[in-house]
Each structure stands twice: as structure tokens, then as C-alpha cells.
């Protein structure tokens, strides 16, 4: 288990390098934390770090983007608004899963059940000083 604290949105980038030199070949990444925890402002900038030129935004209501970067596609998917599982397969989310690009979802506890067995975990929580604290693994 890794971690690594962002003191402020300044250093978000340098926590996203670091992120990625963490990574190893996993390509599935599944981001907990409550409302307002800067799941989706981490994803921007880790986004922005693998060579994302396009507007990165939380999938909300798309549920997924899709995005060109340097290391090919990157699936950003928000389970938020996620009524049941079976919605979630029927926008094909195996296919994504398991096409070996990179996944980086958004509240993934709605959809526990259908994570493959390979995905990460990464807890982001803001501390008592409004630092964020990442937890992976």
C-alpha cells in the first residue's frame, strides 16, 4: 500500500507523477472518496500528466469519456448517478474493462460486484489540515 499527500492544488501535478510512477501495468483504477473528496480534479491531473489534450470533466451524466492521450485511450468513467448493474453492462463495461487501457472510475462502490479482480483501489480523503491523503492499493 503506497500513499501520497497533496499539501495543495499546486502540487496536484507532482502527486500525479508520482501516481503514474506507481502505477506498474495496472490499468484499472477505481476512486473512492465522499463528495468534494477531488476524485475528479486528481483524475484532471493525472489526465493532464499521460498527455491529455482534451477538456478533462467528470462523466456525470455520460457515465463515460473517453480520452487520446500518450499512452492511448483512457476510459474516465462516474458511476454516481448509476441506477442499477445491469445498466453498467449494458453500456458495455467489460469491453472497457478488459481492453487493457487505462479505467479510471469514480465512485465504484455502486458497482462493487462488477469489478474485475485486478483493479486498485485509491482512496482519496482531505485531512484535518485540508491537506489530501491518497491511498493506493
Known amino acids: ?51 491529455v489534450a482534451d477538456n478533462v470533466s467528470s462523466p456525470t451524466f455520460a457515465i463515460v469519456n473517453e480520452y487520446g492521450s500518450d499512452i492511448g485511450p483512457i476510459y474516465h ?16 463495461f467489460e469491453d472497457y474493462a478488459y481492453s487493457g487501457h487505462l479505467c479510471l472510475m469514480e465512485w465504484p462502490e455502486l458497482i462493487e460486484d462488477l469489478l ?11 485531512t484535518a489540515n485540508g491537506m489530501r491523503k491518497l491511498t493506493i492499493g
Request: aromatic share 12%.
Open 77 to 92: 468513467f462516474d458511476f454516481y448517478r448509476i441506477k442499477s448493474p445491469a445498466e453498467v453492462m449494458d453500456l458495455g
Open 1 to 51: 500500500m503506497s500513499e501520497i499527500f497533496i499539501p495543495s492544488l499546486d502540487d496536484i501535478n507532482q502527486a500525479a507523477r508520482k501516481f503514474i510512477e506507481l502505477m506498474g501495468e495496472h490499468r484499472l483504477f477505481a476512486f473512492y472518496g465522499g463528495m468534494g473528496a477531488g476524485k475528479t480534479t486528481f483524475i484532471k491531473a493525472l489526465c493532464q500528466e499521460l498527455g
Open 116 to 126: 474485475p479482480s485486478n483493479t486498485v483501489s485509491v482512496h482519496i480523503e482531505e
